[in-house]
């Protein structure tokens, strides 16, 4: 059976300490909240993009020694946006505690669990003084996930459409594997982007061989999804996981069944596979179809 291939570790420079702020350039500083856990490894990376005037990047959960970290940090400088790359709990829900700190607008796509000031889509541009942030729409791992594009330094700030060392998870319905890929495809094939600043990790170079390696593991893990699915279907997704994941350890459970479900999905998609229902239903049946 094809088996998913390894990630190759490309980070580069310090490492993430909750609560330590890194200056990552003159420009950028990097500070991880303190919330690590199995799915967030060392925590959430906020972003201070600018020097005098600065946006800030997803500002993390609501805890308040993270919140007080961030205000020192912008103590003297004008806030110009508190941007949200998407609506998830260990991104968001500190960013309307900041703006209201700080009189500035929480900026983002848009979704029903993020009330934003400002909504933003695809090229929409955010100043930072003489910095200029682009905003690219990569849905994937969220409906209303952004990535932010600093043409200037070639930074582009991911989010969690890409983390350091792991894949992310895709939870449907929300989620949707086959926007994700091509959300991959076009950072890849993007001109100018020359280091990525993930949500979770460190710094990654090297970003064409980063995502080229993420979308060849996903297909890998999309052929042994195919082959659960062939020799132990027709089955819900909960009954083909420990097939189609049988590497991933029963401490990740829910989110295996979740990614096995969009891949489920990916393949009704293709034509490779059939399901009993539609397709936002996690108790649906699939089936494989009949090999050419």
Same mark, same amino acid.
């Given at each position: 059976?094809?088996?998913?291939?390894?990630?190759?570790? /490309? !980070?580069?420079?310090?490492?993430?300490?909750?609560?330590?702020?890194?200056?990552?350039?003159?420009?950028?500083?990097?500070?991880? !909240?303190?919330?690590?856990?199995?799915?967030?490894?060392?925590?959430?990376?906020?972003?201070?993009?600018?020097?005098?005037?600065?946006?800030?990047?997803?500002?993390?959960?609501?805890?308040?020694?993270? /919140?007080?970290?961030?205000?020192?940090?912008?103590?003297?400088?004008?806030?110009?946006?508190?941007?949200?790359?998407?609506?998830?709990? #260990?991104?968001?829900?500190?960013?309307?505690?900041?703006?209201?700190?700080?009189?500035?607008?929480?900026? &983002?796509?848009?979704?029903?669990?993020?009330?934003?000031? *400002? !909504?933003?889509?695809?090229?929409?541009?955010?100043?930072?003084?003489?910095?200029? /942030?682009?905003?690219?729409?990569?849905?994937?791992?969220?409906? #209303?996930?952004?990535?932010?594009?600093?043409?200037?330094?070639?930074? @582009?700030?991911? &989010?969690?459409?890409?983390?350091?060392?792991?894949? *992310?998870?895709?939870?449907?319905?929300?989620?949707?594997? &086959?926007?994700? /890929?091509?959300?991959?495809?076009?950072?890849?094939?993007?001109?100018?982007? $020359?280091?990525?600043?993930?949500?979770?990790?460190?710094? @990654?170079?090297?970003?064409?061989?980063?995502?080229?390696?993420?979308?060849?593991? =996903?297909?890998? =893990?999309?052929?042994?999804?195919?082959?659960?699915?062939?020799?132990?279907?027709? &089955?819900?997704?909960?009954?083909? =996981?420990?097939?189609?994941?049988?590497?991933?350890?029963?401490? $990740? #459970?829910?989110?295996?069944?979740?990614?096995?479900?969009?891949? @489920?999905?990916?393949?009704?998609?293709?034509? !490779?596979?059939?399901?009993?229902?539609?397709?936002?239903?996690?108790?649906?049946?699939?089936?494989?179809?009949?090999?050419?």
């Amino acid at each position: 059976m094809t088996q998913p291939v390894a990630l190759p570790d /490309l !980070a580069v420079g310090p490492a993430c300490e909750p609560g330590e702020p890194v200056a990552l350039d003159e420009t950028v500083t990097r500070i991880t !909240a303190p919330n690590p856990s199995i799915m967030t490894g060392p925590g959430t990376n906020a972003y201070l993009v600018g020097t005098s005037e600065v946006v800030v990047i997803d500002p993390g959960p609501a805890i308040d020694s993270h /919140l007080d970290a961030l205000r020192g940090l912008i103590a003297g400088r004008r806030v110009a946006a508190i941007a949200v790359t998407h609506h998830h709990r #260990d991104h968001a829900p500190a960013a309307r505690l900041l703006a209201d700190a700080v009189g500035a607008p929480v900026v &983002g796509l848009g979704h029903d669990q993020l009330d934003v000031d *400002v !909504a933003i889509t695809e090229g929409s541009e955010l100043a930072a003084g003489p910095d200029v /942030l682009v905003a690219w729409h990569t849905p994937g791992h969220a409906s #209303d996930h952004l990535c932010f594009f600093a043409p200037a330094s070639g930074w @582009l700030f991911t &989010g969690d459409h890409v983390m350091q060392g792991s894949t *992310v998870v895709i939870g449907p319905p929300d989620g949707d594997l &086959g926007a994700y /890929l091509s959300s991959l495809e076009r950072i890849r094939d993007a001109d100018g982007v $020359r280091r990525l600043a993930p949500g979770h990790g460190r710094v @990654l170079e090297s970003p064409a061989a980063v995502i080229e390696a993420i979308i060849v593991h =996903r297909r890998a =893990r999309g052929t042994v999804v195919l082959d659960a699915l062939r020799e132990h279907g027709p &089955g819900t997704p909960a009954q083909l =996981r420990p097939f189609a994941y049988a590497d991933v350890g029963s401490d $990740r #459970d829910v989110v295996a069944t979740a990614t096995c479900w969009a891949h @489920l999905r990916a393949l009704v998609e293709e034509g !490779a596979a059939s399901s009993s229902s539609h397709r936002d239903d996690p108790e649906a049946v699939f089936t494989a179809t009949t090999a050419a």
